[in-house]
């Protein structure tokens, strides 16, 4: 906008004192031509280009088609434009491009050459976790062993590269696995080309070696003040599950062997199909790949621990049909329940309606510790039940991490908005709670 107006002032008042272009306005006697005066001089076509440029960026950004549907044409466009924007800007005689260039080098020499292709070059076994009906990988679980140093926080993501692939095309892929783990897990859906020939050399190949730059994207409420979020709720959809799935082993492994205070950790996943559920299982409730891959979190939350036997408990209470149609409401019968808590919660919602037959039949097993639901997860209720729940433990604050399609984080946060208690000035009235929201969101193809 500024580089637009920057453009009118120029044609029709004249540009600085070493001579307007006799095209402009601003000039007695010239013969004015805005198309002529674009490229009328140096000045004039570098500044046209520069303009052209940033505008090409930003329309390309806009409109989501490009970027959704052919991610490596808009990335090579945008290096491409952003490396002409530097060099117009000299040519445009602008001195500060100086230091725009050589904060952008710098950037890019630590980034990608320092952290990425000499201190977090590593190696990852690949696993296929899922497959479509004609054999061929959706899934991946890439289990990487973790660079001398590298430290990360529960819920962050990592940019990836894989030189097999391409060793300049990082891509951003959230964190699985708790920070105190032995290994870094990383679980990739296909969703675009990259992510499909991901899914090809999983199934040639074994071992691969990687390329890791970051960690980022820190969750903006301190899931280590546990004065202040004893409970947590985490509302993920579809391959949304990773950080949430990271977010909640680190609580329960810190709540496990450092006597962490957590009072509810409530986990909702919205997911198309039963088959997700199976290939990436929710919190520790999963298998270790192997003895030597055994885990922390999956040896201090095996089926014999206590945070299981509650999961059990409860998952057994539901099944067992002493509550409404709506399987939210225990009848009065079932209050005993309400004296052993299970600390942990897991309700999965599969959203296509066609696959009701599935979920009885899951739901007949009675050696899965979470609950399923067929339809999207009514968030109104949940958020009530929350809030009802931290008001009898004597709780203000609620931690909610989100992540997912656009459409669901949307509708969480407007939730945390509608339910969080009103403040009246410097007063907080009694039995108010309070939803503090980290949200992350991906687009679906």
């Not at 690949?126 to 062993?145: C, D, S």
């Not at 299970?342 to 309606?353: G, H, M, N």
């Amino acid at each position: 906008v500024l580089g637009a107006f920057h453009l009118y002032v120029s044609y029709v008042f004249g540009g600085d004192d070493n001579g307007d272009s006799r095209f402009s306005k601003a000039v007695v006697g010239g013969t004015p031509n805005f198309g002529r005066f674009l490229f009328d001089g140096v000045n004039n076509w570098s500044g046209t280009i520069l303009l052209d440029c940033m505008a090409a960026m930003v329309l390309m950004s806009f409109f989501q088609f490009l970027r959704r549907y052919a991610f490596n044409i808009w990335y090579f466009l945008h290096m491409v434009f952003g490396i002409l924007i530097l060099v117009m800007l000299f040519l445009h005689s602008v001195p500060s491009a100086a230091f725009v260039t050589a904060w952008w080098g710098l950037d890019l020499l630590v980034r990608y050459a320092v952290m990425a292709g000499l201190k977090n070059v590593t190696r990852a076994k690949l696993r296929v976790i899922g497959t479509q009906h004609h054999g061929k990988a959706r899934l991946v679980e890439l289990i990487v062993q973790k660079p001398e140093g590298f430290q990360y926080n529960a819920g962050q993501f990592v940019r990836l590269a894989i030189p097999a692939l391409s060793s300049v095309e990082f891509h951003p892929i959230s964190i699985a696995s708790a920070p105190d783990e032995k290994y870094i897990v990383l679980q990739v859906r296909k969703l675009g080309d990259w992510t499909e020939r991901l899914c090809e050399l999983a199934l040639t190949t074994d071992f691969t070696d990687v390329l890791l730059e970051g960690p980022y994207g820190a969750p903006s409420v301190d899931l280590e003040d546990d004065d202040k979020y004893t409970m947590v709720l985490c509302v993920s959809g579809g391959i949304g599950v990773t950080p949430c799935q990271s977010v909640g082993k680190h609580l329960l492994l810190k709540h496990r062997q450092e006597g962490r205070r957590l009072k509810k950790l409530n986990f909702v996943w919205a997911v198309r199909d039963l088959q997700m559920v199976e290939d990436i299982p929710p919190l520790f409730l999963g298998s270790a790949h192997n003895d030597e891959e055994k885990t922390e979190v999956e040896e201090n939350y095996s089926k014999n621990s206590p945070e299981f036997q509650r999961m059990m408990e409860r998952a057994d209470y539901f099944r067992s049909g002493k509550f409404d149609e709506n399987l939210k409401t225990p009848h009065a019968s079932g209050f005993e329940l309400l004296r052993r808590p299970a600390v942990v919660q897991a309700d999965i919602y599969c959203t296509r309606q066609k696959l009701q037959n599935d979920i009885e039949r899951a739901n007949a097993r009675y050696d899965l510790p979470y609950n399923l639901y067929s339809g999207r997860p009514d968030l109104d209720q949940i958020f009530e039940e929350m809030k009802e729940n931290a008001i009898t433990m004597g709780e203000t604050n609620i931690a909610v991490i989100g992540c997912g399609p656009a459409r669901l984080i949307d509708a969480v946060q407007e939730a945390c908005r509608k339910h969080s208690s009103s403040v009246m000035g410097a007063c907080i009235e009694e039995d108010s709670v309070f939803f503090d929201f980290h949200k992350e969101h991906f687009e679906l193809k």
